[in-house]
């Protein structure tokens, strides 16, 4: 079992920049694929990013076509951590933020269905003005 807490959101301008982070406690994270997905007000919840796990440190990353270029996933296992660092943030990103966990994944695969996660944090406001 493995738990997840979300933080770093927060208000910001159009073209700003945040970083989230996902601590995980409870067991290791660094054997567990980690996504960010985001569900605005009135919208289903989307994907935003995804990280796989790796034995070598060299991970795979994936992100919706609404974020390439603007944010990045990486992961820290050391501090068991994730990031989601998002520049260049547009009032369309106005979303609540989370991140999500899953097992028994083969090392190097990036996971976009949220249906394949096992483990959810409570979520992190992020809100863009224009």
């Known amino acids: 079992q493995v738990q997840l807490v979300e933080s770093g959101g927060g208000l910001v301008q159009a073209g700003g920049s945040l970083r989230l982070s996902c601590a995980a406690s409870?067991?290791?994270?660094?054997?567990?694929?980690v996504g960010w997905f985001r569900r605005a007000p009135g919208k289903e919840r989307e994907f935003v990013a995804a990280i796989s796990w790796s034995v070598r440190n060299i991970y795979d990353t994936d992100y919706a076509e609404s974020v390439k270029g603007r944010f990045t996933v990486s992961r820290d296992n050391a501090k068991n951590t994730v990031f989601l660092q998002m520049n260049s943030l547009k009032a369309e990103d106005t979303a609540a933020y989370y991140c999500?966990?899953?097992?028994?994944?083969?090392?190097?695969?990036?996971?976009?269905?949220?249906?394949?996660?096992?483990?959810w944090g409570q979520g992190t406001q992020v809100t863009v003005s224009s």
């Open positions: 999500a966990a899953a097992s028994g994944v083969v090392a190097g695969v990036v996971i976009s269905k949220d249906y394949r996660y096992n483990y």
């Open positions: 409870g067991r290791t994270f660094s054997g567990y694929a």
